[in-house]
């Protein structure tokens, strides 16, 4: 198992925006130093807890600073955005991380980010499939362009002077272009299915109760033997909210006290559940009636915590409940203490880590004995 980072971070609303913004740059700093494999950030722009307003730009302020991570979008939020602009940004970002870069993209989640774009009422998925059809022709297409659409026209057949560059947009480093992330955010996710079909690679959210966090490998198998190509579990990516600290007692106040930052993360997004009618996301049970789901059982389902022998543990029986993955992100909360914040993540990364490797390893040799 390859160990990540994920983050949409939610702030405690009033924070300064310099010292959040710093403190998550740190966590992508610190998870390049640590060797997580890759990172991904959020963004949303009509929301002072969640306040990243551009993924890319965030991504592009570490471009220069990291080392090896490879940094991905998590996600581009495709219908509040033009088609020729993200297609633009997204090849200089690859360019600038000199092709280590992950294009993770979705119709967006935020009510209020769709509401002030204008598509609050819109087909977002239709929009969400156009545009990111119309930047993968950009990438695959030579100048002039005259792509059509239901929701953007796009052309430069009128102003292409190619002799001298102008008309022609910039494709990316990796080709035929960066590998693409959806987030699955549904139980039994159709759109996980879609997008194995069509070469593109899941990320389960770490605000999914468990079963249905395991209903995405099915649907991605299934949209895998659509067209032929091997379902395999390296490439399924599941976001888990982790504390590790030294002491047992400290991680349990830290990670689920009345100031936990992990507490204040799940009642942000339980109460904009409970507002747009999508709290089936944190139900063991489908029939389970809405205002049965608490934020106690939230916590108590969705947050692992604990010393490093005991977070390796309820990590090993998380995988058995979901079934095998490739890359568990660990998914970031605000520093409410930096230093246990820091503390964690060095933790999960040079003692949970080897501890589930080393596990797995020896499930594997039983399993090849047998």
């Not at 939610?10 to 924070?15: T, Y």
């Not at 992950?102 to 989640?109: A, D, K, T």
């Not at 689920?256 to 999508?278: A, C, E, V």
Request: glycine share 6%; net charge negative; hydrophobic share 40%.
């Amino acid at each position: 198992m390859d160990l990540g980072f994920f983050t949409m971070p939610i702030h405690p609303v009033g924070k300064d925006w310099r010292t959040s913004l710093r403190e998550d740059r740190e966590a992508f700093l610190l998870a390049d130093e640590l060797g997580f494999t890759e990172a991904y950030v959020g963004e949303h722009v009509t929301d002072t807890a969640e306040n990243i307003t551009s993924c890319t730009m965030f991504i592009a302020s570490l471009a220069s600073a990291v080392k090896q991570i490879k940094l991905g979008t998590g996600t581009v939020n495709m219908p509040n955005s033009h088609p020729a602009a993200v297609a633009a940004q997204i090849a200089m970002l690859d360019h600038l991380l000199d092709g280590r870069f992950l294009f993770g993209i979705s119709p967006g989640g935020l009510a209020s980010d769709a509401e002030v774009f204008g598509n609050l009422d819109a087909n977002r998925n239709e929009m969400f499939l156009e545009a990111i059809d119309m930047v993968l022709k950009i990438w695959a297409d030579d100048s002039p362009y005259n792509l059509k659409g239901k929701y953007w026209n796009i052309t430069t057949e009128n102003t292409s002077m190619t002799e001298i560059g102008q008309g022609i947009m910039p494709k990316p480093l990796q080709r035929p272009h960066p590998p693409i992330v959806v987030t699955a955010v549904a139980p039994f996710s159709k759109g996980v299915t879609e997008a194995a079909a069509r070469g593109w690679e899941p990320i389960s959210a770490n605000f999914l109760m468990p079963k249905w966090v395991a209903s995405h490998w099915p649907k991605y198998v299934e949209g895998c033997e659509r067209v032929g190509r091997p379902a395999l579990a390296a490439n399924w990516r599941v976001a888990k909210s982790v504390f590790v600290c030294d002491d047992l007692k400290q991680a349990e106040a830290y990670a689920k006290g009345p100031d936990s930052p992990y507490r204040f993360y799940y009642k942000q997004l339980l109460t904009k559940m409970r507002k747009h009618n999508r709290v089936e996301l944190f139900k063991k049970d489908r029939d389970m009636p809405d205002d049965a789901v608490t934020l106690d059982d939230v916590c108590d389902e969705l947050i692992i915590w604990g010393t490093p022998d005991k977070v390796a543990d309820d990590l090993l029986a998380f995988r058995e409940t979901v079934g095998d993955f490739g890359t568990m992100l660990y998914a970031g909360k605000d520093w409410a203490d930096p230093e246990r914040g820091k503390r964690s993540m060095i933790l999960a990364a040079e003692q949970v880590l080897p501890r589930v490797n080393a596990a797995i390893a020896t499930e594997t040799t039983t399993e090849k004995a047998a």
